[in-house]
């Protein structure tokens, strides 16, 4: 499978941005997960939500950001609400499961007045 992100961008301190990670193929078996990685630091986990299981939140985002899955539609979503400056980061897209960890190119998000 592979994995295309978009609706990255420039927001405002507080704004909101929904990222989407549309899919090539089914990602029933898979769990999807997005990561960031902001200049000069290690790439991280914001969430992840496997396939018929609940979401997984990195502390950094809980109560901001919310995950969602569309099996139908092979996509995830990543809805980002009262977005902070240190939320910048490109956004990278995982689907991974027990043979395939894939990624996608990423999208560019800016918190900035």
């Known amino acids: 499978v592979q994995l295309v992100e978009s609706g990255g961008g420039l927001v405002q301190p507080g704004g909101s941005l929904r990222l989407s990670c549309e899919a090539s193929?089914?990602?029933?078996?898979?769990?999807m997960g997005w990561y960031r990685q902001a200049p000069g630091k290690q790439r991280e986990l914001v969430a992840l939500?496997?396939?018929?299981?609940?979401?997984h939140y990195a502390d950094s985002v809980k109560g901001r950001f919310s995950i969602s899955r569309d099996d139908d539609k092979n996509a995830a979503y990543l809805q980002m609400n009262t977005l902070r400056p240190e939320d910048t980061a490109i956004y990278y897209c995982?689907?991974?499961?027990?043979?395939?960890?894939?990624w996608g190119q990423g999208t560019q998000v800016t918190v900035s007045s």
């Open positions: 193929g089914s990602i029933r078996s898979y769990t």
């Open positions: 995982n689907a991974r499961c027990t043979f395939y960890n894939v």
């Open positions: 939500v496997p396939s018929g299981r609940g979401p």
